[in-house]
């Protein structure tokens, strides 16, 4: 494929899905992310699109927000092994409430099988992941509908929480920086999302990597209320999204990594996990938290993974 046909198409990809992963654009026009990442770099220089942090955008990236069709063909690969591991964190007999989004929907297809699970929601897409699942009980918010990602919004939602008390709010957004947290580009998403939290002891963040480094219009989540990372593992190129790993890290945010490379769907991939640092000044951890890595990997895994994370420290 020439040059000026390649450029073309991840011209069309980005103008119809709005931000598109340079590991997908290189897997549509069959050429390497080295390739892609020049062709993209030159798309910027005639302002016909935006890089973001391991992708690419439309200008004016900032405040536009794609919708459900869109997102859901985005980052699929590393959103089931989000999904996968971020599993791993409900226990049976919880209460948790679960935000709107395509990860988090992915995520609610895996509770299914959490007997005595209840499961609190604003989105009709994670209560229709779990509409047939016998033993998870699932309460619906109030609110107005948003038909771009089938979400409840509104003052309905927000007063529905109001006095609600659950374990783990589990949440996903359209970037996240350690500067200003998690954030969305749409107001009344931001606003339920911030009454999700208010409702939950603690906060789980479902990021894929190329929402690393992003920031959007609205904050729902700020930095130091976010307990716990779930992500994927960014490419080794990628040093942007690295470094706000890192530096979400050092505010405390404990960061669970998910390996997509090889995820062919399904409950079974096994998933790494990497858990950087322990919990926030002040913060007491919940029994065992800070060994469930050890625990999974073994002591050489746990080896490995303290290699990693002193690899990642040292960049």
């Given at each position: 494929m020439f040059a000026?046909?390649?450029r073309q198409l991840i011209l069309e990809m980005v103008r119809a899905n709005g931000a598109v992963s340079l590991r997908e654009l290189a897997r549509v026009v069959q050429t390497s992310e080295v390739t892609v990442r020049r062709d993209v770099r030159a798309l910027e220089a005639e302002g016909l699109l935006?890089?973001?942090?391991?992708?690419?955008?439309?200008p004016g990236g900032?405040?536009?927000?794609?919708?459900?069709?869109?997102?859901?063909?985005?980052a699929t690969a590393e959103k089931t092994a989000i999904a996968d591991l971020a599993a791993n964190f409900v226990e049976e007999?919880?209460?948790?409430?679960?935000?709107?989004?395509?990860?988090?929907?992915?995520?609610a297809r895996r509770l299914a099988r959490v007997p005595g699970l209840t499961v609190v929601t604003n989105s009709l897409l994670v209560a229709q992941a779990l509409a047939h699942a016998n033993r998870v009980e699932v309460?619906?918010?109030?609110g107005t509908l948003r038909g771009s990602n089938y979400a409840l919004v509104g003052s309905?939602?927000?007063?529905?929480?109001?006095g609600l008390r659950v374990s783990r709010a589990f949440l996903s957004g359209s970037g996240l920086t350690a500067e200003r947290g998690l954030s969305t580009s749409n107001m009344l998403s931001a606003s339920v999302d911030r009454a999700l939290v208010q409702a939950a002891a603690e906060v789980v963040v479902l990021a894929d990597h190329t929402k690393l480094?992003?920031?959007?219009?609205?904050?729902?989540v700020p930095t130091d209320v976010i307990t716990r990372l779930v992500t994927d593992e960014p490419p080794a190129h990628d040093?942007?999204?690295?470094?706000?790993?890192?530096a979400l890290a050092d505010q405390g945010v404990q960061i669970a990594v998910a390996g997509a490379s090889g995820a062919s769907g399904g409950d079974e991939v096994p998933a790494r996990r990497r858990a950087l640092p322990g919990p926030r000044r002040g913060q007491v951890p919940a029994a065992g938290a800070g060994l469930r890595s050890a625990a999974v990997l073994g002591e050489q895994g746990a080896e490995r993974e303290r290699a990693r994370v002193a690899d990642l420290r040292r960049r």
């Open positions: 000026a046909e390649r935006d890089r973001r942090h391991g992708g690419a955008v439309l900032f405040t536009r927000e794609s919708g459900f069709p869109q997102k859901s063909h985005l007999g919880e209460a948790i409430v679960v935000g709107a989004g395509t990860t988090t929907q992915e995520l309460v619906m918010t109030g309905g939602a927000e007063q529905s929480l109001q480094g992003t920031d959007t219009m609205f904050q729902t040093d942007r999204a690295h470094t706000e790993l890192q």
